[in-house]
Structure formats: structure tokens, C-alpha cells
């Protein structure tokens, strides 16, 4: 039998508290939200009591060094996108580290931090020299508005196989408040059998952990595929859990698509039964060819979340201008 994330009590209550808020859902209806987003923010407020759990911004984004559909390079884009958002965690996919000349040889996760004022870590998933000198690198990277706890930022390699490039997830942990989330990043490569293979290293790497957890990133593939299923076993995909209600799809990428927009939803927001979906949506941009991917997403019960080992303290999200690389720094 899969093992899942938030076993025990707390699943039991996560379980009761889903149950209400489906029935309350069918029996009322779900409230009109933004355009391309789900707002399940009547039912929800009905099943969890209010101050029950924080509630956070989530966003994966393929951001594609920066290079928009339009074919231009434009960083200010994807910043403002964010910032539209609001988001409060943020996985990223195809950054540059110094890498080339298109995007400029930015530190692209360093840079966005700043304008933003996040935290961050980035993961690369290849190296090499760079024509300025310093170390190159390209890959996932995280922003949080919550201190990343120190030490806890792990880059787990998954290699090719077969395909023409390495893999990384990017694993940190979050203070929220007196949690701890586990919060991972990954971009899977375009290899069905190799995605399979990462994903399973993916859920071992991450199930040892007691407290909530996001996966997010590019699968490179359907909703129905063995991959996204295989996640499905343990965690709950958010943009699904919405399309259960509304019949949308939420597509964030264009395959083979008449009018150029995105017809198919590749890129996913992954969570533990510790956190209700409210709401998720798309939003409309020409500043990568994907569309960023949102989601609000609620504890539970703050009192019933399992804490890491590491040890617990009240915090509020992370200060302006703080940011890291690989660990965290000021």
C-alpha cells in the first residue's frame, strides 16, 4: 500500500473536514471567483472554524529564462506577475544563473528576489563556466516570503536517462507562523519512463516529512499520465481538486494548439491532505510560453499540524531584501 503524507490523527481530521466541505459544496454551490479560478472560499469557511490555519499564495512557474511568447526578454514581467498574484511561495522552472547572453548573464533568482522582496534558493540543474568568470548554472529555483529555516535546503540530483539533460529537486523548508513547510520544486524531463523513475525517487525523498508539504513544477505531461497519478497516490493536485467543481482545466501551456494558446495543463501544484485547496486559477500572461499556475491554500488546524525536528518559532513572513542561494543569506 502507498504511504501517505499526513498519516494518523491528523489524517482522519483532514479527512472529515474534506468530507464536509464536498457535501457543503454540492448542497450550496461554489461562489463566482476571477475569471479562470475557482472560489471555494463559502463552503471552506463553513467547514474549517476561522483561525484554524494560515492561509498562503502558492505559484509554479516555468518562466523560460524570461523569454515570453512574443519572443522578447523581459524579467520585469515575471515579476509583475508574481506580484499580481500575490504569492506568498513560488517554485520556479528554467532560470538562469549567469548562463547566456539571453538573459543577459542575470542571476535570474537573485534578481527577482530583490524586486520582490523574498527569500530564495536556487537549484541548478546544470553547471558550467561563465563567460563572466563565475560558475553558470540553469534550473529550479524557490522565492518564499517566510524564512527558509537554515540548513534545511536540499538538492536532490535525479540523472538523465537516456535524455539530453540532468534533473534536480529542489527541497527546502518553510517557518509559517510555528510550522514547518515542506515546500519542492522539480522540472521532469521529456522522457515518460525517466519521469516515472523521478517521481518515485521524488515521493520517497519527501515522505518522511511530518509537517505540510508542496510539490510543484513542470511534469511535462497530462493530468491522466502515469506521472501526475503516481503523485496523486499520496498528495492531492490542486488544480484537479478545482476542476472537480467548475469543469475547468486550467490549461497553462499551447501543444499543438490552433490559436497559439495554452490548450494543456503541464505544469501542477501538488499538496498534503494538512492543507484545504480555496481557490486556484490561471493568469493570463505573454511573458513565458506557461502560464504561472495559483493556488490559495489553507492548514487545516494549526493545533493538529506535526512539526519537524527542527525546533518551532513564531514568525512572520520573511523581512524585504532577504535572500540566498543554496543556503540562505541576508
Not at 494560515?54 to 520585469?76: A, C, P, S, W
Not at 495554452?262 to 498534503?272: L, W
Not at 491532505?273 to 513565458?288: F, H, K
Request: charge should be negative.
Amino acid at each position: 500500500m502507498a504511504r501517505r503524507f499526513q498519516q494518523g490523527r491528523l489524517g482522519r481530521v483532514t479527512r472529515g473536514v474534506v468530507l464536509l466541505s464536498l457535501l457543503l459544496l454540492s448542497a450550496q454551490g461554489v461562489g463566482a471567483g476571477e475569471e479562470g479560478s475557482t472560489d471555494l472560499t463559502t463552503a471552506v469557511d463553513q467547514a474549517i472554524p476561522e483561525g484554524a490555519g494560515v492561509t498562503l499564495t502558492v505559484m509554479t512557474y516555468n518562466i523560460h529564462h524570461g523569454q515570453g511568447r512574443d519572443g522578447k526578454f523581459d524579467l520585469e514581467r515575471i515579476a509583475s506577475v508574481i506580484e499580481q498574484a500575490g504569492a506568498d511561495l513560488v517554485g520556479l522552472q528554467e532560470v538562469d544563473e549567469n548562463w547566456a547572453a539571453r538573459s543577459q548573464f542575470l542571476e535570474e533568482a537573485s534578481w527577482l528576489a530583490k524586486r520582490l522582496g523574498m527569500q530564495y534558493v536556487f537549484a541548478p540543474a546544470l553547471k558550467r563556466p561563465s563567460l563572466l568568470g563565475a560558475e553558470a548554472g540553469y534550473g529550479n529555483a524557490l522565492l518564499s516570503r517566510y524564512p527558509i529555516v537554515p540548513g534545511s535546503t536540499e538538492i536532490l540530483l535525479l540523472p538523465k536517462q537516456g535524455t539530453r539533460e540532468d534533473r534536480v529537486l529542489l527541497r527546502a523548508e518553510v517557518q509559517v507562523g510555528t510550522e514547518c513547510w515542506q515546500v519542492a520544486v522539480t522540472h521532469l524531463g521529456l522522457s515518460r519512463s525517466e519521469r516515472v523513475d523521478h517521481v518515485r525517487q521524488i515521493l520517497a525523498r519527501l515522505q518522511s516529512f511530518r509537517g505540510p508539504t508542496i510539490l510543484m513544477g513542470d511534469w511535462n505531461d497530462r493530468p491522466d499520465s502515469p506521472e501526475v497519478s503516481l503523485v496523486t497516490t499520496q498528495l492531492q493536485d490542486v488544480a484537479a481538486v478545482a476542476q472537480a467543481q467548475d469543469g475547468d482545466p486550467r490549461p497553462t501551456f499551447a501543444y499543438d494548439s490552433p490559436d497559439g494558446r495554452p490548450n494543456m495543463r503541464i505544469d501542477y501544484i501538488f499538496a498534503s491532505a494538512a492543507l484545504q485547496v480555496r481557490r486556484v486559477w490561471t493568469i493570463d500572461s505573454v511573458g513565458s510560453d506557461h502560464l504561472p499556475l495559483v493556488a490559495q491554500l489553507q492548514a487545516v488546524s494549526a493545533a493538529l499540524l506535526t512539526l519537524s525536528g527542527s525546533a518551532a518559532t513564531a514568525s512572520e513572513p520573511a523581512a524585504t531584501g532577504q535572500a540566498g542561494s543554496l543556503a540562505v543569506g541576508s
